[in-house]
């Protein structure tokens, strides 16, 4: 039986093994992610997390893209409301973000077709992370005015501080084959592929003791320093809810929406 959250923009299934895949389902905007999505994400990880008969978790989109990023519509709306509303959000985006990272169960993102913004969180945050061919990476945020602070901790652990200085500063496009040499993809895929690649993964997620799992990931995050504590989360979310309510901001997000480029481009470089 498919249970549904967030007004149906997620999907949850489990099998009879115990693998649950979790499907971001708002095609029409390509998986864009809004509060009925990251509501809907919260409460089918915080139930899968508690099922003791769920082993493994896989994650998907459905349609042309698995994740977009932030529905930027929404985020021009939200941005006009007060600070605390806009605090409040924030938290939540962090709360999926972080939840995710720290799922005590194993997690594998398959990923096709466009994985941009907040997606790349997604992905950095999943355990295991396998792409098709055709799969296109971005860390967006900075092109439209606003930042990717809550999803940094686990980009620089995913790609390496270096690649996302660069990436998260240019906001370039990049395929599936860079992404797994950057560390933020482990494994590639053909085109439609992604569930034959993904069966003896899971097999072997499967073989190992769902205790001894779930005591190794904690610990290999603890370690890392991914676990966040409260005085680290604030200061995250508070960043991360002030920069969407200002200026550049709004400029940003207006740019988009009326497809032109932002007041701050300069335009391209005068040729010799």
Known sequence: ???????????????????????????????????????????AFGRLGGD??????????????????????WLKEIGALSPEENVAVS???????????????????LVHGGCFGGG????????????????????????????????????????????VRRYALTCERFGAVEARTMGLVHQVCAEGGLDAAAAPVVDALLMSAPEAAAQTKRRALLEAGLVVDDAHFEALIVEHSAKRQTAEAVEGLASFLEKRPPAWYPGPAEEA
């Open 52 to 73: 003791a008969g769920v082993r493994v978790v896989l994650i998907r989109g459905n349609g042309r893209h698995f994740q977009a990023g932030a529905d930027l519509g």
């Open 120 to 163: 790349t969180g997604i992905v950095a945050a999943a355990d295991v992370v396998i792409a098709s061919e055709d799969a296109i990476f971005s860390i967006t945020e900075a092109r439209w005015g606003v930042m990717a602070g809550i999803i940094v901790p686990q980009l620089n652990a995913a790609m390496g501080v270096r690649n």
């Open 91 to 109: 938290r939540r985006t962090a709360s999926a973000i972080c939840g995710l990272t720290e799922f005590p169960k194993p997690t594998v993102a």
């Open 1 to 43: 039986m498919t249970e549904t959250y967030g007004n149906g923009t997620v999907l949850c299934a489990v099998d009879r093994r115990g693998v649950a895949t979790v499907t971001l389902n708002r095609p029409n905007r390509n998986n864009a992610y809004n509060g009925e999505v990251i509501g809907g994400l919260l409460e």
